[in-house]
């Protein structure tokens, strides 16, 4: 889809015999706007303090129009999502040092990190404040989370095949745990979520 409503458009023009081939530039240029729709969702997200974010915003806010917007996403929550998404990968990589308990507890550091800084924590207060309203954006969080247990429980399982917790150990029990623990200091703030208090929530879930 081109013009107006799609500034980032890939069609090239026929090259003409004899000249020579320019470098494609077309999947630069997507990913270009991909990006900036993504960081644009985010940072409104940051500083929404209540108001609705909606795909007119983000695609104001990224410079791009609608339609480049939904060639990718069908909906302004799949948009969220993605960011959301990307993000936790960008700040929460999934660690594979050779053993579970450092497995865990680089997990638990990164994820508790990320959280204290933006984006990503006032992305994930912002998300939890329209969820409660916004039954769309409600399944977007379960999505998510959903997606970030499924981290955790993934260092489990390899932790258990390499004999590191028993055969017979309740694996999602212990991803509950994790975030359960995680979501009650970070939606209360009663209490830190520090590096110290991440590596002794790693260690007292497999202290058994």
Request: a neutral charge.
């Amino acid at each position: 889809m081109h013009g107006e409503d799609d500034p980032m458009g890939t069609e090239e023009p026929a090259a003409t015999p004899g000249a020579a081939r320019r470098p494609h530039t077309g999947r630069r240029r997507n990913e270009a706007a991909r990006r900036a729709i993504l960081d644009a969702a985010l940072a409104l997200l940051t500083d929404a303090d209540g108001a609705p974010v909606t795909v007119e915003t983000i695609a104001r806010a990224a410079g791009v129009g609608k339609q480049t917007l939904y060639r990718w996403w069908p909906s302004k929550g799949a948009v969220l999502l993605d960011a959301l998404s990307d993000r936790a990968a960008q700040d929460v990589p999934a660690p594979d040092t050779g053993g579970l308990r450092e497995d865990l507890r680089a997990l638990a550091v990164a994820t508790f990190e990320a959280s204290q800084r933006p984006p990503t924590g006032p992305v994930l207060r912002a998300l939890v404040q329209e969820a409660a309203r916004d039954p769309h954006l409600a399944d977007l969080v379960r999505t998510f989370t959903r997606t970030r247990r499924t981290a955790v429980r993934r260092l489990l399982e390899r932790g258990r095949d390499r004999g590191e917790l028993a055969a017979d150990q309740d694996l999602d029990l212990l991803v509950d745990q994790f975030y359960g623990f995680f979501w009650y200091r970070f939606l209360l703030g009663h209490a830190p979520l520090d590096t110290t208090t991440a590596t002794a929530l790693a260690d007292s879930l497999l202290a058994r």
